[in-house]
């Protein structure tokens, strides 16, 4: 019998699971099924005392009692793919064939690696006349009887959730068989759950480098690309796998995933419609093509698109909290107890259950109920944080390197060099400071293109740090000091050419990461003549409004009070900085200000650009364009003042963030 879940030993819950595990292996079926049920008095949750309770219950001829016990586990592991494999022995061995075929079509596509189940999903499609699924099943049988045994191992560890497990195999395996395709692919899905993105392609780089008709590989690179915002590669992949299928459904997700990252809305919805027509109940197809309207601006399609998710799986906190992200929809009655009853439940996954707290905070405030509302917020946070590995320390002490090298003698020494373009329009800061209205007012110019969030600059710090230990120091900024012209020429040259494909005809282009406040040094030294405008925003009111924010990826500093404050002083601090060291070089742009008296501020932006005054800036929220971020609802539609002090309502419990800021808050 395979393993339910690798435990680490230690604890006396381990070794008793260990034990029992043994006297199945030993096909002591009724010894492990009583002293199994005893230990699930102590652990009534545990996975792997349930999956050796309904195992027993089986092989003693106990059915009726499996399939309870099985039901029980589903409530509380639903996506664990040997308790359907299980189900399906359970039917098989009472002689139901077509509930067993569905179980086993469940396992395997929760848990791919599951070879028995493909086997008797092969036998029973056979003999029930389904010829197609019976060769398709045996073939991928076939495939997974090839691999060596800890490759296969690897992979159940992996789709069960053990990552550190499967990883130490893999890397243990590759050391001897350094270049085993599958193994490189599994270890680069590794490298994609962990957010180590660069090891995740080079891998599967390597992996097409060996097989280039490796395509399960391909569509891995594809992603992972995507999730490296390379979107125009990854679109390029991706038109290569749909000319070897174009009807694969995974082939043209990543297609139109692609096409999104590109601003190609249209093409990217035609797909997703094209593929929920035939599944009607997929939550997550639901979910894009409810981004992409939502994108569009076309938030009541939006809305329904959201709903429809929710609808299709009840506990999908994402299309809770995406409602509530829209920042105008407002939950009714109903809504909000099933979003209490599903948070609340055992059975709910950590990631619904921390996109319905926030979900919950949104509709509580909106409601006036602010302290409840901050437990939320707070509990969201909380759950969020539990999941990242973001070094805040790390930050300060990079940014204190870059000031301490990039000087007024260090800059003054090299100047003149780097891609003289004017192109790009860098606006830096936090998020939530007001950042988006400004990139809305300025894409509202007849001369300058509204983009996105760009990640260009962060990915080439990355490819100039190169591949480095976690626990070595960084090679940035001390780089910096060595890059010659010429690289700072084809550095500067090579942000021009990438960000083209996000551009129309316009003379101007708005790079609108935040983050890049973080590498104003580099900036300047490949592209002088870039403007930089510091979008900001009163400490507590931009501070709070990160805390209530989810973001989809990155920004992992915000789950915190006090980590929130500490970012706050660092960017604070560094810009001082880049004051002194660059005089007059940056814009600072303050929120409030913006909103008392936005004709003024529209002048002094376009001003600073070089720009005449346009009346079109001042009518920002008529510019119909896509809009990507939290704020997307807001630009559309005139300055209101009613956000600006909403940290207020909550002050009470803010005082983690207020110590943390100290001196910055207003006197």
């Known amino acids: 019998m395979a393993a339910a879940e690798p435990l680490r030993t230690g604890s006396r819950i381990e070794a008793e699971v260990l034990r029992i595990r043994g006297l199945v292996e030993k096909r002591e079926f009724a010894r492990a099924l009583a002293d199994a049920g005893r230990l699930l008095g102590e652990v009534p949750e545990n996975r792997d005392v349930l999956y050796l309770v309904a195992v027993s219950q089986r092989y003693l001829g106990r059915i009726d009692e499996a ?16 308790l359907f494999q299980e189900r399906g022995h359970c039917y098989r061995t009472a002689g139901d064939s077509a509930h067993a075929i569905e179980a086993y079509r469940r396992a395997v596509t929760l848990n791919p690696s599951l070879l028995a189940s493909w086997k008797v999903l092969a036998a029973l499609c056979r003999a029930a006349g389904q010829i197609g699924e019976a060769a398709a099943a045996t073939e991928q049988a076939l495939q997974l009887e090839r691999l060596p045994a800890p ?52 891998l599967l780089e390597s992996a097409l480098t060996f097989d280039p008709n490796y395509h399960i590989a391909r569509y891995d690179y594809a992603v992972v690309l995507g999730k490296r915002h390379k979107h125009a590669a990854a679109l390029e992949e991706a038109r290569k796998l749909l000319k070897v299928d174009p009807r694969h459904r995974a082939f ?27 599944t009607p109940q997929n939550p997550e197809l639901h979910l894009s093509v409810a981004h992409a309207l939502k994108t569009q601006g076309r938030q009541a399609q939006a809305i329904e698109e959201y709903r429809a998710a929710a609808a299709a799986r009840a506990d999908f906190g994402d299309a809770y909290w995406s409602l509530a992200n829209l920042k105008t929809y407002r939950f009714t009655d109903e809504e909000l107890a099933r979003m209490r009853q599903i948070e609340a439940a055992d059975a709910t996954r950590l990631v619904d259950r921390y996109h319905l707290c926030f979900a919950l905070g949104k509709a509580l405030e909106d409601r006036g109920e602010y302290e409840e509302s901050f437990r939320y917020y707070e509990r969201g946070n909380a759950f969020k944080k539990s999941e990242s590995r973001f070094d805040l320390g790390a930050m300060e002490r990079n940014l204190g390197l870059q000031a301490s090298l990039c000087t007024r003698e260090f800059l003054a020494a090299r100047a003149g060099g780097g891609c003289q373009r004017p192109d790009p329009i860098f606006i830096v800061g936090l998020p939530r400071s007001g950042s988006t ?131 706050y002083r660092a960017y604070v601090d560094v810009m001082a900085h880049w004051d002194t060291v660059l005089p007059g070089g940056i814009l600072h742009v303050q929120h409030e200000s913006v909103v008392e008296h936005l004709e003024g501020n529209v002048r002094r932006l376009l001003d600073f650009l070089g720009l005449p005054f346009e009346a079109a800036c001042i009518e920002f929220y008529r510019t119909e364009r896509s809009v990507r971020t939290a704020s997307s609802e807001q630009v559309r539609q005139p300055i209101y003042k009613e956000g600006i002090d909403q940290w207020r309502s909550f002050e009470p419990w803010l005082g983690p963030l207020k110590s943390a800021l100290g001196d910055l808050l207003p006197s």
């Open 151 to 202: 490759v296969l191992s690897a992979s159940g560890m992996l789709a069960e959730g053990d990552i550190y497990g499967a990883e130490r195999i893999l890397r243990q395996f590759l050391l001897k068989h350094g270049n085993h395709l599958e193994a490189m692919r599994l270890l680069a899905q590794i490298g994609l759950q962990l957010d180590v993105l660069d090891d995740a392609e080079f």
């Open 437 to 567: 209205l400004i990139e809305q007012i300025l894409a509202s110019h007849s001369q300058v293109d509204g983009t996105m969030e760009l990640a260009d600059i962060p990915r080439m710090v990355q490819q100039l740090s190169g591949r480095e230990s976690r626990d070595a120091p960084s090679r940035y900024p001390a780089l910096l000091a060595d890059l010659v012209p010429a690289e700072r020429l084809r550095l500067g040259e090579k942000y021009i050419a990438d960000t083209r494909v996000y551009r129309t005809d316009k003379p101007y282009f708005i790079d609108k990461m935040p983050n890049n406040f973080r590498h104003i040094g580099l900036i300047h030294l490949i592209l002088p003549n870039a403007r930089i405008i510091d979008a900001r925003r009163e400490p507590l009111a931009c501070c709070f409004s990160n805390f209530k924010q989810l973001f989809a990826s990155g920004q992992e500093f915000t789950y915190s009070l006090e980590d929130i404050g500490r970012y």
């Open 67 to 82: 399939l309870a016990t099985l039901r029980r586990f589903e409530e509380l592991h639903p996506v664990f793919g040997r």
């Open 252 to 278: 043209r997700t990543v297609y139109a995933t692609a096409c999104v990252g590109l601003g190609d809305h249209e093409e990217a919805l035609r797909v997703y419609r094209e593929l929920l027509a035939e």
